[in-house]
């Protein structure tokens, strides 16, 4: 039989190839089959795999499929409006109903399976559908039942049934005979409830980690398909992927063992920077599960913790190592550092070290969209805390996909004390998953542990065994790190901007040089411009970092820093507190305005970093009230009140705190005020203008209790399925940190303006892959509401149209000094024109 009039799966755009969907089923299953595999669910992950798209061997998906690419003249009965047609033509909930079906005769457990892997299937192409839905304007109901009730003339089941390739029906029926069908579910959902806090499957805590168990499955199948299809799709592109062949934990250890060998102590500090190395090189050999590393700034925390995850992950037969961080700058440095290690030369560039933070492509894919997505294919990732979050509760399929690689990993997760207080619980039921189901290691690094454990447990606390941390004496370290002194300076009423300004210059004068660390942007200009204005500016370097400035820019201007702090020569340096955590630079004196006691600590670790004998000055200031406005940005300003408070208490009673305003007695104290005060926003509140009623993300994804009384109320009985969460509309309300930010990218120096000028003119996805990952180096990303305004003003455009992909058309609003602004200067420079 001639391909095109057997079912097709796929038609590529390049030569028209066709791909059979029986070759795709195939294909998705076997992979899947892997996927699921690291948490001992590879028969699951394979029949997800071959029903997931069942559906398309119907005449209605194939007369769509063959019309859109032209297979079908338009003069043959079978054409169709392929454009009226796209996204409304069903074909996954096929399978999801055939798998429902053949499950629920199984009685009850089989109810509960095929609940957990029809909602992968018919979810394949949204992003995880509500069990239960929670909207406004609209009576909780069970849309997954009512999603497997569907009626056959629009999923077209018994047809595609009586079309599918016969070899595929028949290892499904096999499959669902299988008694580990049922069993493997039943056991990893036991384990979840005995190692919950409540031994019951309702709790918080086991319904939110049922739920985490459906959405890794899911990614299983998000990913294979996604593979499967961009293969064929782009066969150059799929020669890049490594698909888990890396070069050999053995061989990476001994690059860095090498380098580490190499390093000669210069300073005194140095000699405990290889203290804290071999203890996390002893540590590597202890079993699995959640560790602390709490090392004061400054401690070399980064070859340190990296030389535990490469050792543990060799001895323990890992797959990859992950670092999450929670902003770029330190992605940007830790990065590079790493890569210059572990990619020596004669290495191909990007072999092991994969760097991944910009979000360049919306969620809402296009097909180039879906081609171009990354599923950290690396032995050694650094990824940022919003797409470390976005994979685990985002919207949509595509952070989804990557879920799976966090399994049987070294998870690393640096400046821990970072983590949005609204995700706490989430993120604490999230770690427990991941290192009790899915094989992975923990470790939670800061100078400043912020008690993940102490939380709630009913609601998700980190289980951390007792003598977990890596340090074998925390406040010895922190005495023996001791390079500077804090000087409290708040005063009432607040310091002017002006005094601020004068304050760092005296200091620049006196300590050689200065940072000025602040808590927005605005305030940064602003200290920025008055200190441009001092007479010898042309003698004093001045800088500013923030966010508004791409990685490849900031880089350059912390370049710069450097060379002239390892110089001795002056400079000034007023900055967000983008640099106070894991920026690797050594000032003479920090001004840092009052916020957390945590921040004001990470800032004290860019002063003195290298322990000359005269300690460093970290000054603490306040501004003025009406300076700076901190109402949108509680964590700041909340932190801020707790700060004030324990800072008071020290001035009162400096023994009870170890003579340290910012030692580990203080933070333990700043931490229990700081969580007391803020534990119900830990659950993730949401507003009934998200989800139609006051809740939180913690209950959506979980009991979802209130939407299941609002059902019961109004049918008269409790919903007849196990799973009643309310996975979209969370996803939906789920903001990783304030909001979801595009990446665009701008024209920085030439080789930001080539990239966009090689991005309008590429046509073909096999470029745009590289040119994208190039792109990242270049791309800020941006708040919905200022992104409105760029667009509205037309600074903001799409490379191609239908990409997603954005850019700085005009020029005029990408400064030297301060990066992206929502006003434009200088002359307009036409770019993709």
């Known amino acids: 039989m001639n391909d095109k009039n057997r079912p097709i799966a796929h038609v590529r755009d390049s030569d028209g190839a066709i791909q059979l969907l029986v070759d795709h089923l195939t294909g998705v299953s076997a992979l899947s089959c892997r996927h699921a595999g690291k948490v001992g669910l590879a028969t699951h992950g394979e029949l997800i795999g071959l029903l997931h798209d069942l559906g398309k061997y119907s005449a209605e998906f194939q007369n769509y499929l063959k019309s859109a690419v032209e297979l079908l003249n338009p003069d043959e009965d079978e054409f169709v409006d392929a454009k009226g047609l796209k996204g409304k033509v069903d074909h996954s909930s096929a399978g999801a109903q055939f798998l429902w079906r053949g499950l629920a005769k199984q009685g009850p457990l089989g109810l509960i399976v095929g609940q957990m892997l029809g909602l992968c299937i018919a979810s394949h192409h949204s992003g995880l559908i509500d069990c239960l839905t929670s909207e406004p304007n609209r009576p909780a109901e069970d849309t997954f039942t009512k999603r497997m009730n569907k009626l056959d003339a629009r999923t077209h089941l018994n047809e595609a049934l009586g079309k599918a390739d016969q070899a595929i029906l028949a290892r499904a029926q096999e499959l669902l005979a299988q008694p580990e069908m049922l069993q493997g579910i039943q056991s990893a959902i036991r384990k979840i409830i005995l190692s919950a806090p ?252 912020p008690l993940l454990d102490k939380v709630d447990a009913s609601k998700g606390a980190i289980r951390i065994p007792e003598g977990n941390e890596l340090m074998p004496d925390v406040k010895q370290l922190f005495d023996d790190l001791k390079r500077v002194e804090v000087k409290n300076r708040r005063k009432p009423g607040g310091w002017a901007m002006e ?60 370049a710069k820093i450097r060379v002239l702090l390892i110089d001795g020569s002056p400079v000034l340096c007023v900055s967000t507190q983008l640099i106070e955590a894991g920026v690797d630079v050594d000032f003479g004196a920090v001004i840092r305005f009052t916020a957390g006691l945590d921040s004001i600590a990470q800032a004290a670790g860019r002063c003195n970093r290298n322990g000359r004998p005269k300690p460093g000055i970290v000054h603490i200031v306040n501004p003025r009230a009406e300076d700076e406005k901190l109402d949108m940005l509680p964590d700041i300003q909340i932190g801020k009140e707790k700060a004030d408070w324990v800072l008071d208490d020290y001035e009162t009673d400096p023994a009870r705190f170890g003579y340290s305003s910012i030692g580990p007695e203080a933070m333990s104290l700043y931490y229990e005020r700081y969580f007391f005060q803020r534990k119900a926003a830990m659950e993730y509140p949401v507003s009934a203008q998200m989800v139609g009623r006051q809740d939180s993300l913690l209950n959506l994804l979980s009991a979802n ?83 409105e305004r760029l667009i509205k003003a037309g600074a903001v455009q799409e490379i191609q149209e239908g990409t997603g992909i954005l850019f700085l058309a005009d020029s005029r609003y990408y400064s030297d000094e301060f990066g992206l602004s929502e006003t434009p200067e200088g002359k307009m420079e036409v770019l993709c024109g």
């Open 198 to 449: 409540e031994k019951s499957d309702r709790s918080i805590v086991a319904q939110q980690q049922i739920g985490l168990l459906a959405r890794f499955l899911f990614s299983c199948l998000i990913d294979a398909d996604r593979i499967d299809t961009a293969d064929f799709e782009s066969p150059k592109q799929a020669r890049l992927r490594m698909r888990g062949s890396y070069a050999g934990w053995e061989s990476l250890i001994n690059r860095l063992e090498k380098h580490l060998a190499s390093l000669q102590p210069r300073h005194p500090i140095d000699q405990l920077r290889q203290d804290i190395s071999r203890h996390c090189l002893e540590g590597a050999s202890r079993s699995k599960g959640i560790y602390t590393l709490t090392v004061p700034t400054g401690g070399g925390k980064t070859l340190a913790s990296l030389r535990f995850a490469l050792h543990h992950a060799k001895k323990h037969g890992m797959d990859r190592v992950i670092y999450v961080i929670p902003f770029t700058s330190i992605i940007d440095q830790n990065a590079e550092v790493v890569r210059g290690i572990l990619e020596p030369d004669g290495t191909d560039p990007g072999s092991v070290v994969l760097e991944h933070h910009s979000n360049l492509t919306p969620e809402a894919q296009t097909w180039r969209g879906k081609i171009l997505s990354e599923n950290w294919d690396a032995p050694v990732v650094y990824t940022t805390s919003v797409q470390f979050l976005e994979t685990l509760f985002g919207t949509g399929t595509r952070g989804a996909r990557r879920m799976h690689q966090l399994a049987n990993a070294v998870l690393i997760f640096d400046e821990i004390q970072t983590l949005p207080v609204n995700c706490v619980h989430l993120f604490n039921n999230a770690i427990n998953f991941l290192v009790d189901r899915c094989g992975s290691t923990v470790v939670l690094c800061t100078a400043t542990q």
């Open 705 to 787: 209790s209130q939407a299941v009384v609002a059902y019961g109320q109004r049918m008269g009985q409790a919903p007849n399925i196990y799973l009643r969460q309310s996975f979209m509309a969370a996803a939906k309300a789920f903001k990783a940190i304030d909001a979801p930010t595009r990446g665009v990218i701008v024209p920085h120096k030439k080789k930001g303006r080539a990239i966009i000028t090689a991005l309008c003119a590429a046509y073909f996805p096999d470029k745009e892959f590289d040119l994208l990952r190039r792109a990242q180096q270049f791309s800020v990303n941006v708040f919905p509401q200022v992104l």
């Open 499 to 558: 005094e601020i300004a004068a304050l760092a210059q005296e200091e620049t004068v006196k300590a050689g040089s200065c940072l000025v660390i602040v808590n927005t942007k605005k305030s940064a200009a602003r200290i920025y411009q008055l200190c441009s204005a001092f007479r010898w500016k042309g003698i004093v370097p001045i800088y500013h970092l923030s966010t508004s400035m791409c990685p490849k820019h900031r880089k350059a201007v912390l």
